[in-house]
């Protein structure tokens, strides 16, 4: 389970899928999103990508669960929403 900021998501999807993002994301291969959370500010998705690190994974999925209770890969619908601005 991976949690990161970024201020171009679409950016850094194509990154995980091409196993350039980061160094655990490459070991583990972290290619799905399953949850996000947008913000208007950098600095409160940078609080917040913190916070949810701090949890416990069984928090984590609770709260992924909730949004995504099949745990569909959503990057692709995130990507065409994206595109469609």
Known sequence: MYAGATRDVIKRLRLHELGMASVFTKKYHIKYLIYFEEFKEIEDAFKREKQIKNWHK??????IKEMNPELLDLRHRFEQLVMHY
């Open 58 to 63: 069984d928090w984590k999925w609770n709260l």
